[in-house]
């Protein structure tokens, strides 16, 4: 364990470099040396936090209340993190907690006093200070009841994970570790405080943070916490579409959400949360006739992240609108599959009905209205590009390949290309081939005219002065026309464009 020396407690962050390292307990299964690793990337992490932190403890202490940093910021600063997220829990309850911040904070905010959480800053430090408690689901409520306690110790073992369940008394520096928590961190394991069932009872939406986790951290589940997650997976549905939506989120975006999308699928808790993406297992053919949808799906995710960029780039990781199209882009098949006369199979339009279907679970789950227009939207078109191999398109259809896309377009190249997943390297260097091709074009044409804002040559007012007509629906028929003229033959300008326009005039009496 990792304890106080004496007279450590000072108002710097080198208070924190006075910790000592002890032998990890013999009866750990986890390596010492992992531990000990584990434990100076710890010192390191705390050894930067600020002062205030410190000034904080004190001034709990001297109210006669504990305070302890908690949860992730602790996890984090064993994995060699410095957590911007600073979580304590405290004995005080939330009247008092918000009378103690006031006095140690420049401000201070109710962020949820009836969960007993109250948020404050201090110059550049931002905490989140919460009463010792426990939370359980009411029978028919899909929100958890909150109950005070009266332990640090107590409050961990409530806790999600064991690697969740750690703790740094201030401004003590005293380690808590009542689940043997760091043990697991250096196995990486994810596991229960309690029996999993009792604290998946307690709040089923642990068993989607148990898949989130897996991905956030790369840890496997313990096989009793999967077990229970199978048994248990229909009891996420009293929790709130939202709250299921924002672990799935952040599985999303997390370093490794392959990982957790099998743990969700292997468990059935995709079942549950994203049954199109479990349903693709159904496509497996055994006569082997195509791919394996759900591996397929798998690997577009993996590649499609690779094609991410920095920070600033044209797609910036993580981008959870392309992860999410990855995952859904092919949720159409199990719909549309056919087998065709002399052994074949077929998946006609199965983009057009996987759209439908991303748009209905997107909302579902309580997405915002944009995140599903752009998904859906990604599904739809991810098809678009196979053809272009086979004869090269018009300049036309080039430029209502971008149109279409809109400000997708580099979402959908990503996508496109990561779609390719065969293993014959010669069809895989043609299709990458044709697409640098595709992608040469529209560069082209973009120096050419300014693709992204393609209009007619004449606009509304314009039209309705050639035509001598007034606004209405007409107008709008006559600026598709002139739309699609420009999309066939580039800009033609104002004079043409009128003279096309009074012939497409006449012609309609």
Known sequence: MIRASPGCVGTTGAAWQSWAVLSPDSTSSAAPSRIVDLQRRAL???????????????????????????????????????????????????????????????????????????????GDVVVEVTTYRTEAYEVGSRKPAVQYGDSLEGDLTRRDFTVNAMAVRVPSLEFVDPTGGLTDLAEHVLRTPAAPTQSFDDDPLRIMRAARFTAQLGFDVAPEVMSAMTDMAARLEIVSAERVRAELERLLISRWPRRGLEVMVYTGVADVVLPELAELQATVDEHRRHKDVYEHTLTVLDQAIALETEPGGAVPAPDLVLRLAAVMHDVGKPATRRFEPGGGVSFHHHELVGAKLTARRLKALRFDKQTVKDVSRLVELHLRFHGYGDGEW????????????GPLLERLHRLTRADCTTRNQRKAMRLSAAYDDLEDRIAQLREQEELKAIRPDLDGQQIMAALGIQAGPVVGQAYRFLLDLRMERGPIGEVAAREALLAWWAARG
Do not use: Q
């Open 44 to 122: 390191a992490a705390f050894a930067s936090l600020p002062p205030a932190v410190l000034d904080l403890g004190r001034v709990f202490a001297d109210a006669g209340h504990e305070l302890a940093l908690v949860g992730g910021p602790v996890r984090d600063a064993f994995l060699g993190e410095v957590s911007h997220d600073l979580d304590f829990a405290t004995s005080a309850r939330p009247d008092e907690t918000e009378r103690l911040l006031d006095r140690w904070a420049d401000t201070s905010w109710d962020i949820g006093k009836e969960f007993g959480t109250i948020g404050a800053r201090k």
């Open 394 to 405: 018009t300049d036309s259809a080039v430029r209502r390949y971008v149109t279409d896309a």
